[in-house]
């Protein structure tokens, strides 16, 4: 797919049948996490490379249950959001580890 935004209805190739699904959330440029029904489990969010997703115009027959769980579910933290630089990097509070401390000499 060339351009794919949250939101968009898409159809997911896991190896079997293709299944309809709803964007969630892009984390990075290979990956997306999308909603589908898993046939055990109902609505649920996966992660699937970018390449098993092809777009598709009309809705399916889940799409009413895969919305409901796109709103309920809180929207995806990354890193660049809180102005971290790299892992460890956007904790506040302390910025160094503590001294070592002396026995009372």
Same mark, same amino acid.
Do not use: W, Y
């Given at each position: 797919?060339?351009?794919?935004?949250?939101?968009?209805?898409?159809?997911?190739?896991?190896?079997?049948?293709?299944?309809?699904?709803?964007?969630?959330?892009?984390?990075?440029?290979?990956?997306?996490?999308?909603?589908?029904?898993?046939?055990?489990?109902?609505? =649920?969010? *996966? #992660?699937? +490379?970018?390449?098993?997703?092809?777009? /598709?115009?009309?809705? %399916?027959?889940?799409?009413?249950?895969?919305?409901?769980? =796109?709103? *309920? #579910?809180? +929207?995806?933290?990354?890193?660049?959001? /809180?102005?971290?630089? %790299?892992?460890?990097?956007?904790?506040?509070?302390?910025?160094?580890?503590?001294?070592?401390?002396?026995?009372?000499?």
């Amino acid at each position: 797919m060339e351009q794919i935004d949250a939101g968009d209805l898409v159809k997911v190739d896991v190896g079997g049948p293709q299944i309809d699904g709803i964007v969630f959330d892009l984390p990075s440029a290979s990956k997306v996490v999308v909603a589908i029904v898993d046939r055990k489990r109902g609505p =649920v969010m *996966r #992660t699937v +490379p970018r390449t098993t997703l092809t777009p /598709r115009a009309e809705a %399916g027959r889940d799409d009413r249950a895969l919305e409901l769980l =796109v709103r *309920r #579910t809180p +929207p995806a933290v990354h890193p660049s959001a /809180r102005g971290a630089n %790299g892992p460890g990097q956007g904790r506040a509070g302390h910025a160094r580890a503590a001294m070592h401390r002396t026995t009372g000499k």
